[in-house]
């Protein structure tokens, strides 16, 4: 910005700076108007930007009253889940049934004989796992179908370590460790998971040999010696229960395809049997419609402080006024002050005694919503999800379809936040030019008064030279 450092126009006296100073001021008070409306539109900015966010939740809020999950919850109870717990999905019929757990689902675990020296290779060749079933006596394997046996190169120099690397990075299903003791090093197998058919088969073929688990590659010597010896510390079994005295087994502790609807899991061999119980659960659709309430509340909330009008101070809150936003709450409150036909009982939701308060809130009479509930829940359900179309669309259909139009992509806070933006671009635009303008207004007072200054100063030299001259004049005549 140009500066003005004289003091004073021809030395006279006048505080050209402090003059200059305040008309430049005058000049920017347009400016300062333009920073006020800036900070006034990105507060709207802000504001419908937490409209929107409530809007969301409040659509996130109806669409559970408009999905059949949220309607058809249930509840599970058992009467000892320390030994069997349970679950069960949304719609499953109400029953009960007692079970009585035998055995948990177990996996294979083997071990090698003990191989010595500690550290030292073990011998070249391939070892084969493979993934299966153990039956009959004589035991016999059977592979599981679809599992192809997994072939593991071992070198000459890898030890015994080095093999159980290789095993758990091989995605056989079987995971290895290395148990050392005073009797030398052991290879520890276990299968991923439990259950009969997930038991596995360990086989070796020797460096130069063509049969792999051929009795040439059962001896106690080189890579053999994992297969020599070894125990099978504990076989694959499936869970066994009883289900209304009805053998049942798993392969794992879960039982998810039992029961239909039901998953129980074993936690402990029962003494006795427990007992399982699937209930409707009215709880979650109590506390799905308390979230509705709440979520539209918050935004009717928020809209009435926005719009509010102090008649104390006189003054307005940031949307006092504004159109848009009274036209976004009305249609809000049309939604939820809607009327359906889709069900027979219930058509408005004062029916159940969902309400609307002075200033807009709603809120719930928990004795006459419990009534409804319990005595049509179905025709509760109905009201607020009938999908029938027209006038029988349920109340929750078309909150969800209000708010859906309001959050799209050419919606209601698109618009407004389309239009609020190019009024920050235009504001910008306004106060570049403004400071254009005050800039060169500056630079032309200053070099007006620059000049005059200049032009000042000579005539006040001229007058001194005059003076003086007058005065020598005056002494010469005298």
Known sequence: MATFSSVGVGTGGLDSAALIKKMVDLEREPLAKLETQKAIVTTKISAFGQMKSLVSALSDAASKLTSVTGWNAVSTNSSDSKYVSATAVGGTLPTTFSVAVQSLAKAQSTASAALMPLGAAVGAGTVRLEVGRWSGTPES???????????????????????????????????????SDASGER????????????????????????????????????????????TVTQSAADAKATVNGIAVSSGT???????????????????SPVEISVAKDTSAVSSNIDAFVSAYNAINQLINEATKFDTTTGKGALL????????????????????????????????????????????????????????????LKNMFRSTEGGSAEGIAV?????????????????????????????????????????????????????ALDTQMSKLTALNAYVAQQVTTWNKSSG
């Open 141 to 179: 394997f059977t592979p599981g179908a679809g599992k192809a046996p997994v072939d593991i190169e071992v070198s000459a120099s890898d030890k015994l370590s080095d093999i159980a690397s290789k095993i758990n990075g091989s995605g056989a299903g079987v995971t290895a460790s290395i148990l």
């Open 187 to 230: 290879l520890l197998l276990r299968s991923k998971v439990t259950g009969e058919e997930a038991g596995f088969r360990l086989s070796v073929m020797e460096g130069g040999d063509t049969d792999i688990g051929s009795a040439a590659n059962t001896d106690a010597s080189g890579l053999s010696r994992l297969v020599n010896g070894s």
């Open 253 to 271: 502790n879960s039982f998810a395809n039992t029961v239909s609807g039901v998953t129980f899991t074993a936690v402990q061999v029962t003494a």
């Open 320 to 379: 006092q006024g504004d159109s848009t936003t009274i036209a976004l709450q009305s249609a809000l409150r049309s939604a939820v002050q809607s009327v359906t036909t889709g069900s027979s009982v219930f058509q408005r939701l004062a029916d159940v005694g969902i309400t609307q308060q002075r200033g807009g809130d709603l809120a719930v009479d928990k004795t006459k919503l419990a009534k409804a509930m319990n005595d049509n829940m179905e025709e």
């Open 398 to 450: 078309k909150i969800k379809a209000t708010t859906t139009s309001l959050l799209s992509g050419d919606g209601f806070f698109k618009s407004k936040d389309n239009s609020l933006q190019l009024a920050l671009k235009r504001n910008e635009a306004d106060r570049v030019r403004g400071e254009a303008r005050v800039d060169a207004f500056e630079k032309r007072l200053n070099a007006r008064y620059s």
